[in-house]
């Protein structure tokens, strides 16, 4: 019985010794990335045998020969994830890369530079079992690390690194704002009134004086055309929402000059009138737009445009 404790035991002592042993050889072997200092200025994303270049100029991201205005909340965090890259585990040294899609059409060769310089130069692989790792190899070196995280912004398609943003304006910097649909005109316009605040009950303590009036400003929605009829604030809201940001859902090439729009949107706000043209809907259910504030061509959710943008004036009024 006791030499049966003693063995148990011996095997629980060579067990801890091996895992020592396997942690110090992978702790060992994982090298330590230093996060560089500064900021990238190009970042080169290779796929497929194509390479898509992000230049920053005066401040801004440009994607491409074209120079398209690049998402700029993704490109911080793409910047960010490749400076602080973090490798977690040596799987091989062996170049078996196609199982961890470090090869092929699947792999991402993303490099990081710096007045031509390269800061980093990684392949993104497909995600570990968890989700929470990514499969990467540095450079041209053989190895196979998992690497902390995932790197979703680079591995979806090149066009989602652009700007989608075409209209951003908030409910309160809106004067008024015209629909006209089908030839039916809507417009609604903000005013401002003074009302008095209701006193409240005078403090005894307080010293004798002539009584001050306060007054509040409170902001009132009604229709141009019918300032009698109140708008309902809450469906209001919901095609203020529409445009605060009007996102894209995706770039079309199409020139859009000269075509008549079916829906046009116009928005005062900021001291200058901006528009949004809706002309029809395409194939795949979403409509064809332009604005005034972008020079591309791009496309809508058609719910977003038939529940929110394109209402007819009833559906605002105040019941």
């Excluded at 190009?42 to 801004?60: D, H, N």
């Excluded at 199982?99 to 692989?125: F, I, M, N, P």
């Excluded at 015209?178 to 009950?201: F, H, L, M, P």
Aim: proline share 4%; glycine share 6%; charged share 30%.
């Amino acid at each position: 019985m006791k030499n049966k404790k003693f063995l148990i035991s011996l095997g629980i002592i060579a067990l801890c010794a091996l895992v020592l042993v396997i942690n110090s050889y992978r702790s060992s072997s994982v090298p330590s990335l230093k996060a560089w200092t500064g900021a990238a200025d190009e970042i080169l994303v290779t796929r497929e045998g194509k390479t898509v270049s992000l230049v920053l100029k005066e401040g801004k991201w440009l994607m491409g020969e074209k120079a398209f205005p690049a998402d700029p909340e993704a490109m911080t965090q793409i910047e960010n994830k490749l400076k602080n890259l973090k490798l977690s585990e040596l799987i091989t040294s062996t170049p078996h890369y196609e199982r961890y899609d470090l090869a092929g059409e699947r792999a991402v060769t993303v490099q990081a530079k710096s007045g031509g310089k390269t800061l980093r130069e990684v392949t993104l692989g497909k995600k570990s079992s968890t989700m929470r790792h990514t499969y990467v190899r540095l450079g041209e070196a053989p190895e196979v690390y998992l690497a902390s995280g995932s790197f979703d912004e680079l591995t979806k398609p090149a066009d989602d690194l652009r700007d989608k943003t075409i209209m951003k304006v908030s409910k309160g910097a809106i004067e008024s704002f015209e629909v006209v649909n089908k030839g039916i005109r809507t417009r609604v316009v903000k005013q401002v009134e003074e009302q008095k605040e209701e006193s409240a009950a005078k403090d005894p303590a307080a010293p004798e004086g002539p009584a001050q009036e306060k007054t509040k400003k409170v902001e009132k929605w009604t229709f141009a055309d019918n300032p009698a009829a109140r708008v309902d604030e809450g469906k209001l809201g919901q095609v203020l929402a529409a445009i605060d940001p009007l996102k894209a859902m995706a770039f079309i090439e199409q020139d859009v000059r000269g075509l008549a729009p079916q829906c046009t949107l116009s928005v005062r706000a900021f001291g200058k009138d901006m528009r949004l043209d809706i002309y029809r809907k395409l194939d795949d259910g979403r409509y064809l737009c332009g604005s005034s504030e972008s020079p591309y061509a791009f496309a809508l959710d058609s719910w977003k445009v038939e529940n929110t943008i394109m209402k007819p004036a009833e559906d605002m009024k105040q019941k």
